[in-house]
C-alpha cells in the first residue's frame, strides 16, 4: 500500500510506503486520474524506485524543482546500468535527473559546462561511460537536445555513485587527484601520454585504485619496494614524490608498499 504525496505526471508519482520511506513508482499511465492523498495498492508492472536521500532535502522538494521527462529519462538511463551492472543503487535517481536537467537547459542556451577530467573519467569507469553515452541517446530522444560528450562525463560519476559508496563530489575528487598525478607523470618525464592507449588506461586504473586504497585505510598484499628502488631508481623517486603529494592531498598516511608497485607502473611507461 502506498499514500500517494505528489503525481508527477500520467506516468510517475511520489509515494511513502507503509513503512513512511518516500519512494518513486514509473509507469505508463499510472498517474492517470490520482490525486495527492490518495491511497493505493501495488501497480503491477509500475518500477519502484526507493529514494535514500544522503542530505537533509526530502524527495518532494527535489521532485518540486525537476520536470517529470528528465526523472523518466534518468529511470532509463538507471534501466541501461541495470542491464550492464545487474544491481545499481536508485538513490542516485532525483540528484542524477536534476542534473541532466540542468545540462539540457545549459546546451539548449549554449553555456555547457566544461569538464577537465573527462578522459581521466572515461579511463577510470569505462563501463559507467559507456552506459553515460546511452544516456546521452536517451536525452536526445526524449528532450530532442544533444548534451556534450564532458557531460557524460558527470553522468558517469553519478552512476559510478549508484554502484559505490563513494558520492559525485568524491568520484570528482578522485578524478582530480588521477589528472593531476598524470600531470606530475609526464612533466618529470617529459612526454605526454596517449590518451586511451593500453599504457594510459592501466596507469590511471592503477592511480585511482591507489587513491581509494588510501583514502580506506586498505593495504596491498604486494611489497615491491626493495626491487622499485634498486631496479628503477629514477621511477621510484618519482612514485615517491607522488605519494608524499597525495599523503597531503588526503590527510592520510600512505603505506610503503604503495611506492613500490606505482614506481612499477611509472617504469611500464617509460
Do not use: W
Amino acid at each position: 500500500m502506498y499514500r500517494i504525496v505528489k503525481v508527477l505526471n500520467n506516468n510517475g508519482l511520489l509515494t511513502l510506503d507503509e513503512a513512511n520511506r518516500e519512494i518513486i513508482l514509473l509507469g505508463k499511465g499510472i498517474g492517470f486520474c490520482k490525486k495527492n492523498g490518495e491511497r493505493i495498492d501495488h501497480i503491477k508492472d509500475a518500477k519502484i524506485y526507493e529514494l535514500v536521500s544522503r542530505t537533509n532535502i526530502s524527495a518532494l522538494q527535489m521532485v518540486n524543482g525537476i520536470a517529470p521527462a528528465y526523472i523518466e529519462i534518468t529511470a532509463r538511463i538507471i534501466d541501461e546500468a541495470e542491464l550492464q551492472f545487474e544491481k545499481i543503487n536508485h538513490d542516485i535517481l532525483l540528484p542524477m535527473a536534476d542534473h541532466i536537467a540542468l545540462a539540457v537547459k545549459r546546451a539548449k542556451e549554449g553555456k555547457e559546462l566544461p569538464n577537465p577530467f573527462h578522459q581521466d573519467i572515461m579511463a577510470m569507469f569505462p563501463d559507467e561511460y559507456k552506459v553515460a553515452e546511452k544516456g546521452r541517446q536517451i536525452i536526445k530522444e526524449i528532450s530532442g537536445t544533444t548534451i556534450s560528450e564532458d557531460e557524460a562525463g558527470y553522468i558517469t560519476l553519478h552512476i559510478h555513485a549508484g554502484l559505490s559508496d563513494e558520492n559525485v563530489s568524491e568520484g570528482l575528487n578522485t578524478a582530480r587527484l588521477v589528472k593531476k598525478t598524470i600531470g606530475t607523470i609526464e612533466a618529470e618525464l617529459k612526454k605526454t601520454f596517449v590518451k586511451n592507449s593500453l599504457g594510459y588506461n592501466r596507469l590511471v586504473s592503477h592511480i585511482r585504485y591507489m587513491i581509494v586504497r588510501i583514502i580506506k585505510g586498505e593495504r596491498v598484499n604486494i611489497d615491491m619496494e626493495n626491487y622499485a628502488k634498486q631496479s628503477f631508481p629514477k621511477a621510484y623517486v618519482l612514485a615517491q614524490v607522488i605519494c608524499e603529494d597525495l599523503a597531503q592531498e588526503l590527510g592520510r598516511n600512505v603505506a610503503q608498499e604503495e611506492i613500490g608497485l606505482l614506481g612499477m607502473h611509472i617504469q611500464r611507461v617509460l
